[in-house]
């Protein structure tokens, strides 16, 4: 019996043993996995991909774009100068006709002004019979008084008829006027038109009556039309100086904003005032026989002037899409990181904006960012792509 439980006390006693050492084995395996340096992965980073153009610095011409409506040289209501019936109308006083200077455009009824001149002439014919009658008895007088002997002058002039001589000439002066005046009413009863013109409007119908300053119709020059374009101080400083202004060599190109529709107008004048409600100052660009043109450009036409401007130095020409959202233009570094900075087109055409050249980026080329995201980070690695050039 006690042979027994010896034999058990035994058992268990190596069993422990057994038990021991397999846990200080698991044990130091444990330890010599965490005391193992782990295996290192090989990195191999993914930056993204931006497309950019490579730009220099570089001088370009500021074209300056503004905006006016065609206007004619002359705008004229034409009025009568005398009353009368309008006895007939030109064929070409109707809207849309053109005339040329001198046309007959209005005969008024002139029977009283005929006769009006026949009077005065009348008037006249007496008057300088009159006057020669009067110059005849100064000289008669004259001669009386130095043969009489007498010494010295006469008391009045009335002994040598000088008052009546003057005032017979005085009537025949007044006589001629009168017959001008006559003669120029019966000039004014045939209205001609004082310029080459476009009928924009008629007023008068054959049988009606014009008072003197009536309204006979609305008239348009048709040698030139005239677009004036206000600029603000910013535009001016882009133009060439007044020397070149006022050359009239000058051309700028003219589009029909509604249209598209193309002419070419040369630089008239500067006005040399600002408005005093806007502060711009006014261009005036001129177009010569503006209907003859092909297309015609008409009156009131609202047109689109591209005039231009002078050379203007340390400029990057970009296309638009390099100007971001929040108006930055974006470019890479030497370390190919991303930075910005915020930038304001000096001017822009149909092609391209034109930035000024932050001075610490005019030393060589630089590589800009032709589509700029929002998500774009100062200092980000990125792998540029060059597009094919924009110029």
Do not use: C
């Amino acid at each position: 019996m006690n042979r027994r439980r010896s034999f058990q006390w035994l058992v268990l006693f190596a069993a422990i043993i057994v038990l021991s050492l397999i846990i200080v084995f698991v044990r130091q395996r444990i330890i010599a996995q965490q005391n193992h340096p782990a295996p290192t992965k090989i990195a191999n980073p993914q930056y993204p991909d931006v497309s950019v153009m490579t730009v220099t610095s570089g001088k370009y011409a500021a074209n300056v774009v503004g905006y006016g409506t065609a206007t004619p040289h002359y705008e004229l209501t034409l009025t009568a100068q005398v009353s009368g019936q309008v006895k007939s109308l030109a064929p070409q006083l109707e809207s849309g006709h053109r005339v040329k200077k001198g046309d007959l455009l209005v005969h008024l009824e002139d029977s009283e002004y005929k006769a009006a001149l026949a009077s005065a002439e009348q008037d006249l014919s007496e008057a300088r019979l009159s006057f020669l009658e009067e110059e005849r008895q100064a000289e008669q007088a004259l001669k009386e008084w130095q043969a009489s002997g007498m010494p010295g002058s006469p008391d009045s002039e009335l002994v040598l008829r000088q008052p009546q001589l003057a005032a017979a000439k005085a009537a025949v002066a007044n006589a001629e006027a009168a017959v001008a005046s006559a003669l120029h009413n019966l000039h004014q009863t045939r209205i001609t038109a004082p310029f080459a013109a476009l009928i924009v409007e008629r007023s008068i119908a054959p049988g009606s009556y014009l008072q003197e300053g009536g309204e006979i119709a609305v008239l348009y020059s048709t040698e030139r039309v005239e677009i004036p374009v206000s600029l603000s101080a910013k535009d001016w400083r882009k133009l060439p100086d007044q020397k070149v202004l006022d050359s009239g060599t000058l051309s700028v190109v003219l589009n029909n904003v509604e249209s598209g529709k193309t002419w070419t107008g040369q630089i008239l004048r500067s006005e040399q005032h600002l408005d005093t409600t806007t502060r711009k100052r006014t261009l005036i660009i001129s177009v010569e026989h503006p209907l003859d043109q092909t297309p015609a450009l008409l009156p009131a036409t609202f047109i689109q002037a591209t005039i231009p401007g002078r050379q203007l130095d340390q400029l990057w020409k970009l296309p638009s899409s390099a100007l971001s959202q929040k108006g930055q233009i974006w470019y890479i570094k030497e370390d190919n990181t991303l930075a910005s900075f915020s930038a304001t087109p000096v001017f822009s055409d149909s092609e391209a904006i034109y930035i000024a050249t932050p001075e610490k980026l005019t030393d060589r080329p630089r590589q800009v960012l032709v589509h700029p995201l929002s998500s774009y980070l100062a200092g980000m690695i990125v792998n540029p792509i060059e597009e094919s050039s924009h110029e």
